[in-house]
């Protein structure tokens, strides 16, 4: 089956501690993105990638990392400098101008 | 910027109902508007991509407009189902980006 998987689902980090958030696709597509989600807020744009090997930050980049080695790949790594990193992030992937979700990771700061 | 609005935050309606929920944007000059479903906890699900040169898609109950001119696009439910309760969202893609509505929380009541 063709999609987009994150892991993990639930994800539990002390403060300062650095974290990686996968999202792997299967589904051929050359641009992925992270998006933040907070209750009663849209999605924010964390990073985007249109393609291997490049990146742009979004709307919400600091404290947050990218890198894009493999078309498939985009992880996500939070890090201490983020500093309220608890919310639900999700990944995408999209083709012709259409996006596509993983499942998402809720990240709790302890 | 391109600033997506959806109205209303929430509705509750009657099992049976049909229904319409409202998009908007500022900025007319877009590639698509995609309409999503989001189930609590969960990923966005693609319901409808209408691309810039159409007026309307329908699938199943589900029928979504576009009018770029105005800069609005209503999602039509006809007949809705408690299983339809869920949040909706809007987005639109300028070509390089997407941006999303704050959503519209439906609860529909047996």
Known sequence: DGGITQSPKYLFRKEGQ????????NL????????????????????????VNDFQKGDIAEGYSVS????????????????????????????????????GTRLTVL | KQEVTQIPAALSVPEGE???????????????LQWFRQDPGKGLTSLLLIQSS?????????????DKSSGRSTLYIAASQPG?????????SDGNQFYFGTGTSLTVIP
Request: overall charge neutral.
């Open chain 2, 18 to 32: 049909n229904l319409v929920l409202n998009c908007s944007f500022t900025d007319s000059a877009i590639y698509n």
């Open chain 2, 84 to 92: 339809d309760s869920a949040t909706y969202l809007c987005a639109v």
């Open chain 1, 18 to 25: 650095n974290v990686t958030l996968s999202c792997e696709q």
């Open chain 1, 68 to 103: 894009r080695e493999k078309k498939e790949s985009f992880p996500l790594t939070v890090t201490s400098a983020q500093k309220n990193p608890t919310a639900f992030y999700l990944c995408a992937s999209s083709r012709r101008n259409e996006q596509f979700f993983g499942p």
């Open chain 1, 28 to 51: 051929n597509h050359d641009a992925m993105y992270w998006y933040r989600q907070d209750p009663g807020q849209g999605l924010r744009l964390i990073y985007y990638s249109q393609i």
């Open chain 2, 54 to 66: 159409q007026r309307e898609q329908t699938s199943g109950r589900l029928n979504a407009s576009l």
